[in-house]
């Protein structure tokens, strides 16, 4: 690294963050990633590990071998701990401080729980590999404790899943659950009937996958329903407890809870000490950059950005790459004094979400798609989109066996699963 | 399940207990399998977990799925903490007391520290999933680490690896480690060359693979000498701390020790309560029951069974398996009222151990090969014996993606990574 060209320091190695990075290639610049994790991940994929369908490391690539022949990138397993703006610096956990010319903030949203500081541990979300596992391991587990229990109020709150929130998240993990519980765990038990399973879409607002269409959120509801998944709609959730959700209309005792609800802004607004839009977001100017900070950038999730229609733009993956792009060339035009591009301008591709085995929808504006179209055509985007060939063919593998199957590969309790699921259950035992 | 047959209780979802629940299919007995696990584990390939070469779903397939179309048995998530010989139950963790007619105890080894209770926690040994990952994850980070160290001592500390005990997983693992850092890695970080990582073996005896002929062990020496592994004989390790290891005729600092020595049985004899053979085996009778308890048996790792060339039976896959089906079917016979087969006998199948990426040994009695052709044998046994097709099918992809590649599929750091990762290196900038 030669320490005399400009340093521009990308927080985050999400979709945004490493498209900033490649579009940095070229240009005279040393460009430092830093992550709190050593890969990448393929977020849109995350449910299909939580529901034992893909393994880990089918949605995710080391950040090292992503940039590997960007000779200008160095990657730094670290987390950001704070800014110094006046200084140009950012401060991390291991201790050091990481002076930048330049810095990027794309350090993506977490899970919002509107201030229930008990609801996280009864109801993970979905956000990191972490997550995903500790849902398979307590899904599988619940499974387990149903096979084990004799009193039938027990063993049904065990297979009853309840999912809050019913975005893109909600209803991917509403589909992969009833599969999973229907179809793939269907001849497995001897004492239980997993296909009595329940899982219920529990859904504060009056429609499933608000950012679509109507039609379209209809014809999701349908196909949910033909799956066997109840949807709850205009059912806000006033309490969680270690025995189930208490909703608006009732009471409903489940042993799982899935939190799919909002999210919110990681704390760049707080880091930089600058005013938070609507979810912690940063209020950024046309070209991306912080209001007082031309040097400071905040793309993807981070960023409150009007769109082109007058609404605020999602907390998707083509939106954080698209602003990741732009940036990335900013920069470069800036450090080689050329004419800048104009402010940031989103270009919409269109929308997907796939609800099961053989449905989705998607909205291309011009073009609406539902059921088994939509849903190879899904299929098709999320494998080309994966980073590294490895994985596309790994996942490719995976999703054709568990088609023909319905078998699913990943259908391991790890970590401390056992002390788990035994000590839980004979503490019923205790209890009943 | 009908409560008027004969239950078989087994203990352990191992090669053994497999096995043993396999050949129990046709007989009139209710089969119930018990294990801590929701997996059968292919232990021979959990070196290449431990590596990053596989996924821990590659190499475990759920036990429910594997027993799924023998009607007669039943699947029980347990932990079993004790036995009652004399009401013939099993005490479990979960609280119930499982009866049983007939007993198979299966339930293998475990590392055996020789009475050092530190050094578990510095060592970890490689038998479980868990313990998998987790030298994944130290592994990784250690790269990490030394990337971010400036004090060249703290740097080569982090990239020295040390590998106690060279049997078949120790040479397993240096050789896989030695391929990580000299090929995998090495064009990964900007401020180390993993090249420099030095790999260890260290073993008390006085030479490798002790269990093949001395001409074997010495081409494993010189294969692995050839891939830059270090391997130092008749040393016997002292004492083990947190910056590396004394041993005999000096000390080795190193970040990263991996325990490949001794297994001890698992606690069966405590249990049994009956005096225990070396290595806290059971001796058992010539039909592998238990003296005194004709309905116990025990097979695999903790049994001791003198071989037919007059020396104890190792430890191995082939065993296992062969003492369970020996069992299996010594128990169908018994119920039915047949005439039993006679004492077990061990038919040896030969036993492979491979070193690297294209070398291996294998040593059939009448003929022994080395080499390529050895590991080429190596790997079609172990894909044919992987249970589950997609398995086959998805670790056989990423063999050849590995081979063609010098790629890892699986360099996932995950767990509480991060936290470990940063802090550490904080700790050790303060210290230094």
């Given at each position: 690294m030669r320490n005399d060209l400009p340093r521009v320091v990308i927080v985050g190695a999400g979709f945004g963050g490493l498209m900033a990075a490649r579009a940095l290639a070229r240009a005279p610049v040393d460009v430092v990633v830093i992550d709190r994790h050593n890969y990448h991940l393929f977020q849109p994929l995350l449910y299909q590990v939580a529901t034992a369908a893909l393994s880990p490391a089918d949605i995710a690539e080391p950040i090292r071998v992503v940039l590997r022949c960007q000779r200008n990138a160095t990657v730094l397993l670290d987390e950001m701990i704070g800014i110094d703006p006046e200084g140009r610096a950012v401060k991390t956990r291991s201790g050091t401080a990481q002076h930048y010319d330049w810095l990027i903030l794309a350090t993506g949203s977490r899970y919002n729980y509107f201030g229930h500081a008990e609801w996280p541990s009864r109801a993970p979300g979905l956000k990191s590999l972490d997550d995903a596992t500790l849902i398979r391991r307590r899904a599988l587990l619940a499974f387990e404790e149903a096979e084990g229990a004799s009193d039938p109020a027990l063993r049904q709150r065990q297979l009853t899943f309840v999912l809050v929130g019913a975005g893109p998240t909600g209803v991917e993990m509403a589909g992969a659950l009833a599969e999973l519980a229907h179809a793939t765990l269907s001849r497995d038990f001897r004492n239980i009937n997993p296909q009595t399973a329940r899982i219920i879409l529990v859904e504060a607002g009056p429609r499933v996958l608000a950012g679509f269409p109507e039609k379209l959120s209809a014809f999701a509801v349908r196909s949910l329903e033909r799956m066997g998944v109840e949807v709850l709609l205009d059912t806000p959730i006033e309490a969680i407890d270690d025995h189930g959700v208490t909703a608006k209309g009732g009471r409903i005792e489940a042993a799982n809870v899935i939190w799919c609800a909002g999210v919110?802004?990681?704390?760049?607004?707080?880091?930089?000490?600058?005013?938070?839009?609507?979810?912690?977001?940063?209020?950024?100017?046309?070209?991306?950059?912080?209001?007082?900070?031309?040097?400071?950038?905040?793309?993807?999730?981070?960023?409150?950005?009007?769109?082109?229609?007058?609404?605020?733009?999602?907390?998707?993956?083509?939106?954080?790459?698209?602003?990741?792009?732009?940036?990335?060339?900013?920069?470069?035009?800036?450090?080689?004094?050329?004419?800048?591009?104009?402010?940031?301008?989103?270009?919409?591709?269109?929308?997907?979400?796939?609800?099961?085995?053989?449905?989705?929808?998607?909205?291309?504006?011009?073009?609406?798609?539902?059921?088994?179209?939509?849903?190879?055509?899904?299929?098709?985007?999320?494998?080309?989109?994966?980073?590294?060939f490895r994985n596309r063919a790994s996942v490719f593998l995976n999703w054709v066996w568990a088609w023909v199957t319905y078998g699913r590969g990943a259908r391991l309790i790890t970590g401390e699963m056992t002390t788990l699921a035994v000590e839980s259950r004979s503490k019923e035992k205790q209890e009943a």
């Open positions: 919110e802004a990681s704390p760049v607004a707080q880091w930089l000490d600058v005013p938070a839009a609507k979810g912690g977001q940063v209020a950024v100017a046309p070209d991306l950059s912080v209001p007082g900070h031309p040097e400071i950038f905040v793309i993807g999730d981070a960023a409150f950005v009007i769109g082109p229609v007058g609404t605020p733009l999602p907390g998707l993956a083509p939106v954080a790459k698209q602003q990741g792009h732009y940036v990335g060339k900013l920069i470069a035009c800036r450090v080689r004094g050329d004419p800048v591009p104009p402010s940031f301008r989103y270009r919409d591709e269109g929308a997907l979400a796939t609800i099961g085995r053989h449905s989705a929808i998607a909205d291309f504006g011009w073009i609406r798609l539902t059921g088994f179209v939509a849903w190879v055509l899904w299929g098709i985007v999320h494998i080309l989109f994966l980073i590294g």
